[in-house]
């Protein structure tokens, strides 16, 4: 079982569509972190939330941390080809980090 | 952030033969991650490893399967050991930065065991 749960598992759009991917626990964490790993590479820190009800905006990319601190969620506005990717939220777990199991992006050009 | 180096960063193995994979950190950090992930899957911790210290392995992961080494605070090696079809997986290696514990990756070692 996941501590982490995001949703959906794949999401596949058109460009200029907007997207929105979940991330769930039943956990209360410190903080969450929001990862993009492109093919090939390792994956790259987008943002990290850390007070309950925080709203942090990167460009067109939009993340929310939930008052309780168990959720979190990443809207994309008017996505690009150039979005694509795997998007993986993660939580400090006592000493390690836990990732949710990832959210596929593909948007079509 | 710190600028991380991996190699090989791919690989095409023969059944039970051994590959090393090289992390090198362009700054000195205490610990360092190695991350298992299958294909299509998320980010599986396989161990932390502390210079001066044996690496502590996650459950399901042992030190003969895969031995890790860190001679000094800015590389680290881990082996996959006798390796088989199941072991084909990129192989991440990572630091940690801040009290939010942020993540820093190598590009990653995609290994592909025939």
């Known amino acids: 079982t996941q501590l982490l749960e995001q949703s959906p598992q794949f999401l596949s759009i058109q460009e200029g569509e907007n997207l929105t991917v979940y991330c769930n626990s039943s956990s209360v964490f410190s903080s969450l972190q929001w990862y993009r790993q492109e093919p090939g590479e390792g994956p790259v820190l987008l943002v990290t939330v850390v007070t309950g009800g925080e709203v942090k905006k990167l460009k067109r990319l939009t993340f929310q941390f939930g008052d309780a601190r168990k959720d979190s969620s990443l809207h994309i506005t008017a996505a690009q080809p150039g979005d694509t990717g795997l998007y993986l939220c993660?939580?400090?777990?006592?000493?390690?980090?836990?990732f949710g199991a990832g959210t596929t992006v593909t948007v079509r050009a | 952030s710190a600028v991380i180096s991996q190699k090989p960063s791919r690989d095409i193995c023969q059944r039970g033969t051994s590959l090393t994979i090289q992390c090198q950190v362009d700054?000195?950090?205490?610990?360092m991650f190695w991350y298992r992930q299958q294909p299509g899957q998320s980010l599986t911790l396989i161990a932390t490893?502390?210079?001066?210290?044996?690496?502590?392995?996650e459950s399901g992961f042992v030190i003969d399967k895969f031995p890790i080494s860190r001679p000094n605070l800015t590389f680290s090696t881990l082996t996959v050991s006798n390796m088989s079809p199941e072991d084909s997986s990129i192989y991440l290696c990572s630091v940690e930065e801040g009290a939010a514990r942020e993540l820093f990756f190598g590009e990653g070692s995609r290994l592909t065991v025939l």
């Open positions: 700054s000195q950090v205490t610990m």
């Open positions: 490893a502390n210079q001066g210290s044996e690496a502590t392995y």
């Open positions: 993660a939580g400090p777990n006592d000493y390690k980090l836990s």
